[in-house]
């Protein structure tokens, strides 16, 4: 039954000789694909790099960081020119890359009269 169906729509579509679709047409899926694919892979991967780039030249002395190792410590020396940071880990001192830096913790609003809960 099912192919004898199919067997008539093929017959009806051969009767019916149509122009086939144009070139425009054909490639309409392809041309959708990159531009959902540029709007969601491309440009947020874009702008994540623009803010790590500006987070790691807004970088100054006294900043508490996180390394991409984990490792949480203070900046104490910025080597200008360089992509050489210093941070201090409790007593231990260590030179890594501006790169190496994952995030900068922010600091916690100082307010005098908030009440513990």
Do not use: C, H, W
Not at 33 to 48: A, H, Q, T
């Amino acid at each position: 039954m099912l192919i004898s169906l199919i067997l008539l729509a093929q017959e009806e579509a051969a009767k019916k000789g149509g122009d086939p679709p144009s070139m425009l047409v054909q490639f309409m899926p392809i041309i959708l694909i990159v531009v959902v694919f540029y709007f969601l892979i491309i440009l947020p991967g874009r702008k994540e790099r623009q803010q790590r780039a500006a987070m790691i030249t807004a970088l100054k002395k006294n900043d508490k960081v996180i390394t991409n190792a984990g490792i949480v410590g203070q900046v104490v020396n910025l080597i200008e020119g360089t992509e050489e940071v210093t941070i201090k880990s409790e007593d231990t001192k260590l030179r890594i890359l501006r790169s190496s830096i994952a995030r900068v913790m922010a600091e916690p609003a100082a307010t005098g009269d908030a009440k513990p809960v």
